[in-house]
């Protein structure tokens, strides 16, 4: 990605009809600045994304896929992710 990185996150999630998410314990943590080691002005686009693809998509529109075997269990995902949209 190249020039306004938010510009292109923002500008490809409203043209698709979905949003899919590849799950990671990294990227939970990112999403979750509870979690993560950012400091409170850090940015991190992972946390944008996940909450514009949300806002815009809806949970039915967002496509999870797992990419690591201990997350296969819905119970062990944490933070935003786990509190909206595990099962």
């Known amino acids: 990605l190249r020039g306004n990185i938010v510009d292109q996150i923002i500008g490809g999630i409203e043209k698709t009809s979905c949003a899919v998410l590849f799950l990671t314990k990294r990227y939970m943590e990112k999403v979750d600045r509870s979690t993560s080691k950012h400091r409170d002005n850090d940015f991190d686009y992972c946390e944008m994304e996940f909450r514009?693809?949300?806002?815009?998509?809806g949970i039915?529109?967002?496509?999870v896929v797992v990419?690591?075997?201990e997350l296969r269990?819905?119970?062990?995902?944490?933070?935003?992710?786990g509190g909206v949209l595990s099962g």
């Open 52 to 57: 514009y693809s949300l806002s815009k998509k």
């Open 60 to 63: 039915d529109n967002l496509i």
């Open 67 to 69: 990419m690591e075997e």
């Open 73 to 81: 269990n819905q119970k062990t995902w944490f933070g935003n992710v």
